[in-house]
């Protein structure tokens, strides 16, 4: 008796994010689920006594148009080892959507390697199809899965798109900082742990610190990293910046927190797209582009704090050796002649430390000059120059009354518009009488002509009091701006004033928020450039030293008359 040839059979069982989960809501969903795929083949291998299953390889959450799926090339492997010589799958599209490589295997690689292929509920079985089934069905239904992909991959990307239009969040994941809302997944939320640990990234960035002396200080402090946070949480969370099984802070993790502009509420998505469904290279699109949206309450940073901390990342800011935080000044001292960054020196002499900044090309290149001034002469300057600003910006009790009044118009205009109730009712009854109009035409009430004159009178009426309504609010919700600005800078300037009364030594976060650039010229002169929008730029002669402050006002470009302190 003549013994019968037993196939050891690779059962491969494949779903997409896109085909649904295994939970799906039913469809095409459930009828791709793994589970619903592996009971549909053990149903066909029932009674098959010349098959014999060696393995069940499943990829869950593969895309079928690209081929280099962890589990499908541990089955390719087994195969060329000899382990395994029948492959079995639910149908054409569980084992690849990409036409040309499917045909590459299912008509090459596999009838050279004496490998039987099934597709059960394509009724595709490689050992007794005919020329027909191999050379035209097999290529057409490969082609019709590769169309479905690229059509599936359109579609996904067009809801996604317009999704983010109507500013809805997309992401699968969140930036560290902040969470999905509970009931709304297309929404983000501050988190309450990790968002004040961004506020002390910032906070210690601003007072000077390195990125690697914030990461060491979070790790010191066992607060775990974005990723290891997320996993406490229960995300499934997958990094592509992960290197070891742990991870834990590092620079660069500060430094995308510091430069990510969702701290500050601005929600950008859309930075990325694959060039098509096939290829999983990511390039980059236009800004125009991309999806951008303000969401108020997301903000953790402010605006004001997150702009000056973009422009502190783009300067140079090294921690002085030996010390844990950067030198007061690192970062804002340039040089006018070259425009390069002026670099800190220490010198030794009997014994006498002396600290001092002269121009990095001269230093470096000698290509231009010293520009020498000692670091706590300079810094006498800048407290000097700060205060200066603050007297001249201050006026307190003038700027006080402008605010307190900027902030009582704007709260009477929020809260009482006496017109706006009356606008909002005419409103009302002009839209119920138009809304009547059209039965009272039916009953014989208005004439034809009468109707339509009266139809264009309501409507016109209709349209010019919702535009009245939406001025009036527009100009309660400017109102409402303008009080909230005067209350920060009031805020601000109140700080600012209980610096100068209570004498402070300067603090590097006041240098920040206040100092854009400090040009250092030859002979020890010095110009401090503030970041207010008004700016304000003061020059220091050292000639004025023992006269007087020797403090001027430079005026900008629109000015025409001089201050002269």
Not at 51 to 59: F, N, T, W
Not at 252 to 257: H, K, N, P, S
Request: proline share 3%; charged share 35%.
């Amino acid at each position: 008796m003549e013994e019968k040839n037993i196939y050891a059979a690779a059962v491969y069982l494949r779903l997409s994010k896109e085909d649904g989960d295994v939970c799906g809501k039913g469809g095409r969903e459930e009828s791709n689920s793994i589970t619903n795929q592996k009971r549909l083949i053990h149903d066909f291998l029932k009674g098959r006594e010349d098959i014999r299953v060696y393995k069940e390889y499943v990829d869950d959450g593969y895309t079928g148009s690209d081929f280099r799926r962890p589990s499908f090339q541990k089955m390719i492997k087994d195969m060329e080892a000899g382990k395994v010589n029948l492959i079995i799958v639910k149908d054409l599209s569980r084992f690849g959507r990409e036409y040309i490589e499917a045909g590459r295997y299912i008509q090459k690689i596999f009838p050279a390697a004496g490998v039987r292929f099934i597709a059960v509920t394509d009724q595709y079985d490689s050992l007794t199809a005919d020329q027909m089934q191999k050379n035209i069905v097999i290529p057409v239904k490969n082609f019709v899965n590769d169309a479905y992909s690229a059509d599936l991959s359109v579609k996904i990307r067009s809801h996604l798109d317009s999704k983010r239009r109507n500013g809805e969040y997309t992401g699968a994941y969140v930036s560290y900082g902040f969470i999905k809302e509970e009931g709304d997944h297309n929404r983000l939320t501050p988190d309450p742990v990790a968002g004040e640990n961004v506020k002390l990234i910032f906070r210690w960035k601003m007072d000077g610190m390195s990125n690697s002396q914030i990461a060491e200080r979070l790790n010191s402090l066992g607060i775990l990293s974005p990723a290891e946070y997320k996993r406490s949480l229960g995300i499934r969370y997958r990094s592509g910046f992960q290197k070891n099984l742990y991870s834990r802070w590092s620079p660069a993790a500060v430094g995308r927190i510091l430069a990510n502009p969702l701290c500050k509420g601005l929600v950008v998505q859309g930075k990325w797209e694959r060039i098509n469904h096939k290829i999983k290279k990511m390039v980059a699109r236009p800004e125009a582009e991309q999806s951008r949206f303000w969401q108020e309450d997301l903000a953790i940073i402010g605006e004001k704090r997150f702009a000056i901390m973009q422009e502190l990342l783009k300067k140079d800011t090294r921690t002085i050796p030996g010390k844990t935080r950067g030198s007061l000044l690192g970062g804002i001292l340039f040089c006018p002649d070259c425009g390069r960054q002026m670099i800190r020196r220490k010198t030794v002499c009997k014994g006498k430390e002396t600290v001092f900044y002269i121009c990095k090309t001269y230093n470096v290149e000698k290509n231009c000059t010293r520009h020498s001034v000692r670091e706590q002469e300079l810094i006498s300057l800048v407290k000097e120059a700060v205060r200066a600003q603050v007297r001249m910006a201050k006026d307190a009790e003038k700027i006080r009354a402008m605010a307190d009044e900027a902030m009582e118009k704007a709260e009477a205009a929020v809260s009482v518009d006496n017109r706006l109730p009356e606008l909002e009712q005419e409103l009302l009854e002009t839209a119920a009488m138009d809304a009547g109009l059209y039965r009272d035409w039916m009953e014989g009430i208005l004439s034809e002509e009468e109707y339509g004159e009266m139809k264009d009178f309501f409507a016109g009426r209709c349209k010019e009091l919702k535009g009245q309504i939406q001025e009036r609010k527009g100009r309660a919700e400017k109102a409402g701006e303008r009080a909230g600005k005067a209350k920060g800078r009031l805020s601000r300037l109140k700080s600012l004033e209980s610096w100068l009364e209570e004498e402070k030594d300067i603090q590097r976060s006041l240098i920040c928020f206040l100092i854009d650039k400090i040009w250092v010229y030859e002979g020890k002169r010095v110009e401090v450039s503030f970041l207010y929008k008004d700016r304000m730029d003061v020059v220091y002669s050292p000639g004025y030293l023992k006269k007087g402050p020797g403090w001027r006002h430079l005026p900008d470009k629109k000015e025409t008359g001089k201050w002269h302190g």
